[in-house]
């Protein structure tokens, strides 16, 4: 078992909390692309739509709904979740990161195929290997958990951990 007491904490999962584990998940420059991909289309294409060149619309709405339909695709899935499979359980200890849901569902995580981790301010991500990640609500834990978790996570990645100052 673990040697650590284990972290608990329980959360209702929100369509935001889908958004950031997304968008946080992604490497660097992926989040990046996401910032700046819209807006310099917009750039580059704008001033020719508006001058009424021989652009096909279609060729810009079809960019435009690629940029739309990312965050799209995580809010239908989070919206077709029932009530009890929104309401989620961590415990978290030396060994494993589990999380549970109120219809059944668990899923466990050994500390042995985490890479990476980062902290936001409304929670953690924590990056899976190969690829991969899971979002932890600070919201799920108590302030002391919160501290005590920030604590696990420092001693298991070490340098990987870009989290916050205690």
């Known amino acids: 078992m673990s040697e650590t007491t284990p972290i608990r904490g329980r959360a209702t999962i929100v369509a935001m909390d889908h958004l950031k584990a997304v968008y946080w998940g992604m490497p660097r420059a992926g989040r ?17 739509f508006f001058a009424g060149d021989d652009l096909d619309v279609w060729v810009i709405a079809g960019v435009v709904a690629v940029f739309v339909m990312w965050p799209a695709i ?10 009890a499979q929104k309401q989620v359980a961590y415990e978290i200890d030396g060994e494993q990161i589990a999380m ?15 890479k990476s981790a980062v902290e936001i301010g409304s929670g953690f991500v924590v990056r899976l290997r190969p690829t991969g990640g899971r ?8 302030p002391e958990a919160v501290t005590a978790l920030r604590q696990l996570i420092k001693e298991k990645l070490g340098g ?6 205690p």
């Open 32 to 48: 990046i692309c996401c910032i700046l991909a819209l807006p310099l289309f917009a750039l580059a294409v704008g001033p020719r």
């Open 74 to 83: 995580f809010l239908i899935g989070h919206w077709r979740l029932s009530a």
């Open 100 to 114: 549970h849901d109120d219809d059944g569902t668990r899923v466990v995580v050994p500390w042995t195929v985490t």
């Open 135 to 142: 979002w932890l609500p600070k919201r799920a834990f108590s």
């Open 160 to 165: 990987a951990a870009k989290l916050a100052a």
